[in-house]
């Protein structure tokens, strides 16, 4: 595995590969990332990574400074998953001026994440444009586990006419549900052992639309409820359609619908969705 640090070297390293899949990341890799680099492997001989921790999707509040960096053991999975090329800048290769020009997701980018995390998505979709004009990819892998995220690329990439496909790799979970994640890093053991309540309530509100309940609005405010009485501070559970994300209608049939839910225990913010 070649790594390189500047875009000129990243360049000439991509010129030799031809076809190239790629995976963005932020680093402290886990069994998800693994997965994505397989599933990326599935469309192109050749596989990218990325890890670069960026500034412009947190907060003041959030927790850029304490984000896990983990760059060695990082790079020890990669070589183990085969990755070919692994494109590690710091912040003064992607941007060495203030990045005046972001771009502007659509309005669904208010909502959801959006709504408690202002301009998350601004600084994602800039970040990912600019690293697709650099690395180049025929084919992209983005996880479900962001399922908002995943959408806003997908939708992004078209609009541009970006020669890129999306692909999107299925979440990938501990034995007790919890969707690996690099914050569950921060959970105490206690909290580590209470934190597949998010899964399990979402997994309910799911299974009752599977089996007949229509009344979606008081399926997520009761999953909610039920979070908040184990300790938790909901920001949103959702039932929205899975095209675009708009509130989902008693018209909408199961098949169309996704679960999300994002909520805090303790410090940490966790989020989850399933496709129902």
Not at 221 to 238: E, N
Request: aromatic share 6%; proline share 6%; with cysteine.
């Amino acid at each position: 595995m070649r790594i390189v640090r500047s875009i000129a070297e990243l360049r000439e390293a991509r010129a030799a590969l031809g076809a190239l899949a790629f995976v963005p990341t932020m680093g402290n890799l886990h069994a998800g990332h693994v997965s994505l680099v397989a599933l990326a492997r599935t469309r192109a001989p050749r596989v990218a990574v990325s890890i670069f921790v960026n500034r412009l999707q947190f907060a003041p509040s959030e927790d850029f400074e304490r984000y896990p960096r983990t760059f060695e053991d990082d790079c020890a999975r990669l070589r183990a998953a085969g990755v070919d090329l692994l494109f590690a800048p710091d912040e003064t290769v992607l941007y060495p001026q203030p990045q005046t020009y972001i771009v502007q997701p659509p309005a669904i980018a208010e909502e959801l994440e959006g709504a408690f995390r202002p301009r998350f998505f601004h600084g994602v979709a800039t970040v990912v444009l600019k690293l697709f004009n650099c690395v180049q990819p025929q084919v992209a892998a983005f996880g479900m586990k962001d399922y908002q995220q995943l959408m806003i690329v997908r939708n992004m990439t078209a609009q541009f006419d970006l020669p890129i496909e999306i692909l999107a790799g299925e979440t990938v979970r501990e034995p007790d549900g919890l969707a690996m994640s690099s914050r569950n890093n921060y959970l105490s053991a206690a909290e580590r052992a209470e934190a597949p309540r998010l899964h399990a309530q979402l997994a309910m509100v799911r299974d009752a639309i599977r089996g007949g309940v229509r009344d979606v609005e008081a399926l997520a405010r009761g999953a909610a409820q039920a979070l908040h009485g184990a300790g938790w501070t909901p920001d949103y559970v959702s039932v929205r359609r899975r095209a675009d994300l708009a509130v989902a209608s008693d018209a909408d049939g199961p098949g169309r619908l996704v679960v999300l839910g994002a909520a805090k225990l303790g410090a940490t913010r966790l989020i989850d969705n399933l496709e129902i």
